[in-house]
């Protein structure tokens, strides 16, 4: 949502709804903590999930936001240090044995 958006939207399903962890990712890659950027694009998802080679998609926000740099890492750092559970989705990205 907007940042400042007082109502926000309803979630109505069975189940409750369901948030994977790596999604904690994106806000610090967006305003505010990276001031005045309100998009996001792949690449940074991309680099913050572990490929190296999506910064070099980044260089023109690199240089926009000099505060993307830093926050790339804090990003890359919450999806490194989600907890897993013994669901499928934490069991997608386990090394096997």
Avoid: C, N
């Amino acid at each position: 949502m907007p940042e400042g958006t007082t109502e926000l939207p309803v979630i109505a399903t069975l189940i409750g709804p369901r948030i994977v962890p790596d999604a904690q990712a994106i806000p610090p890659l967006v305003h505010t903590a990276v001031s005045d950027r309100h998009r996001l694009g792949l690449a940074e998802v991309a680099y913050a999930k572990g490929h190296d080679q999506a910064k070099a998609y980044l260089a023109a926000d690199l240089a926009k936001f000099p505060d993307l740099e830093r926050q790339l890492g804090v990003a890359r750092g919450v999806i490194r240090d989600a907890p897993l559970g013994e669901d499928l989705y934490s069991a997608w990205g386990l090394p096997q044995e």
